[in-house]
């Protein structure tokens, strides 16, 4: 398992690499990164996720269908209420960078990157799993997590659940569940299965384009608490919690990968749309998604 995992974190890395020599060669520029993106999460991320979750989900598995939404979400909640007491290693009386601390807490990269260590675990069909998981999480993010960064902000910020993905979800799994995938005709299937296998490398590239911005580099003493809390601490007592619950051995091995996930790029996004530390959302989920190469594979080779 450790080496699979290894080998899914290159793979991250590599795609990475290609957008930020992308960035530096002058292929992808500033304004062209949020036009990719929006392409991306609304209309190809949609199409992998509805033919995921239509190949993957199990009738016969409908009974413990819940359960992930409900790992996801308790893991936001859990996650934040350790945050308010971890905030205070900050050292500082910052409240900017306190409510923005708060908000790394919530919110880890649940889909992008453990969509590839996923797949080289477990195969294409666990994918429907972890957009499941997405979907509590989610809900937490865009309650809580925007919530803790400017609670006047949480009413619009709820709008922003309901995606495209979040609508394809939904779809996926009641035809999933009703009629079955032989209602949807095999040539439009192969059209969004094929659509759809872009969306992954595409945003990985994109988000690798974005961590190449100057000044996203800088090591400061909030910046090392928050790598410390993020991918020790949290991911430490979420296991231990996790171990406590009658969880199923896939549930949990599958839920352990998502909370051992760095800072998400996206918090530089949500901090300067609601509110919150833009200069430390960057640095942390710059410097958190580096060191996820090592504290990942360790993390797994103790556990498993």
């Known amino acids: 398992m450790t080496q699979k995992i290894i080998l899914a974190i290159i793979e991250i890395f590599g795609l990475f690499l290609i957008g930020g020599i992308a960035r530096r060669l002058n292929y992808i520029k500033d304004s062209e990164v949020d036009r990719w993106s929006r392409l991306t999460l609304d209309i190809f991320l949609p199409m992998f996720t509805f033919s995921t979750i239509l190949n993957g989900v199990d009738r016969g598995a409908i009974k413990e269908l819940w359960i992930w939404p409900a790992i996801g979400l308790g893991q936001v909640l859990f996650a934040t209420t350790m945050g308010f007491i971890l905030q205070y290693g900050l050292h500082g009386k910052d409240a900017v960078r306190r409510r923005t601390f708060l908000h790394f807490c919530a919110f880890n990269n649940y889909t992008y990157l453990p969509v590839i260590i996923f797949r080289n675990l477990w195969g294409e069909e666990s994918l429907s799993m972890l957009f499941l998981m ?8 865009w ?4 919530a803790v960064l400017n609670a006047s902000n949480v009413k619009s910020a709820v709008k922003n659940v309901v995606t495209p993905n979040l609508v394809s979800i939904i779809a996926a799994l009641i035809i999933a569940l009703t ?4 209602a949807i005709p095999d040539l439009l299937m192969h059209v969004i299965s094929r659509a759809g296998s872009i969306a992954i490398p595409l945003i990985l590239i994109l988000i690798g384009s974005s961590l190449m911005k100057k000044g996203y580099l800088r090591i400061t003493w909030p910046v090392v608490w928050i790598s410390v809390v993020r991918l020790v601490i949290l991911p430490f007592f979420s296991i231990m919690i996790l171990k406590m619950l009658p969880l199923p051995r896939h549930i949990f091995e599958a839920a352990v990968i998502v909370v051992l996930m760095p800072i998400a790029v996206a918090t530089v996004f949500m901090t300067r749309r609601y509110g919150g530390h833009p200069d430390y959302a960057a ?18 080779w103790l556990l498993f």
């Open 283 to 300: 640095s942390g989920a710059v410097i958190t998604t580096l060191l996820s190469m090592i504290t990942v594979p360790v993390a797994v």
């Open 179 to 182: 009629v079955g995938k032989s």
């Open 143 to 146: 309650t809580i997590g925007v």
């Open 134 to 141: 997405g979907v509590g999480s989610a809900l937490g993010v």
